[in-house]
């Protein structure tokens, strides 16, 4: 399955962006999915995570509250509606796709496919 991942870009603190990753080549009903995100000389980390049915989301403590994972399997998309951004959200942001939810949240984390990433810029 190939990810591609839209929607970064500048946004000053406080602001809202929605991010969306368009799988294709397979549908990925079935699959679990997450959100990562990645800065220069730091690990990936997870930030939220939604079931293959949607009905379990899990966040990073430092999202929940602001960040909203969603899904629509009939058009094979994944969402994150992040609102009432901060500087410490800056980062390249990645959608994953795996069989298993439980890998999403592991560390360090290992889904089968990654998207190439979407540049997410807060500034203060």
């Known amino acids: 399955v190939q990810l591609v991942e839209s929607g970064g870009g500048l946004v000053q603190a406080g602001g809202s962006l929605r991010l969306s990753c368009a799988a294709s080549g397979r549908t990925i009903s079935k699959d679990a999915m997450g959100w990562f995100r990645q800065v220069p000389g730091k690990e990936r980390e997870f930030v939220a995570a939604?079931?293959?049915?949607?009905?379990?989301?899990h966040y990073a403590d430092s999202v929940k509250g602001r960040f909203t994972i969603s899904r629509d399997n009939a058009e094979n998309t994944l969402y994150l509606q992040m609102n009432s951004l901060k500087p410490e959200d800056t980062g390249v942001y990645y959608c994953?796709?795996?069989?298993?939810?439980?890998?999403?949240?592991?560390?360090?984390?290992?889904?089968?496919?990654w998207g190439q990433g979407t540049q997410v810029t807060v500034s203060s």
């Open positions: 994953a796709a795996d069989v298993s939810f439980v890998i999403m949240t592991r560390t360090p984390p290992r889904p089968d496919y």
């Open positions: 939604i079931s293959w049915s949607g009905g379990t989301t």
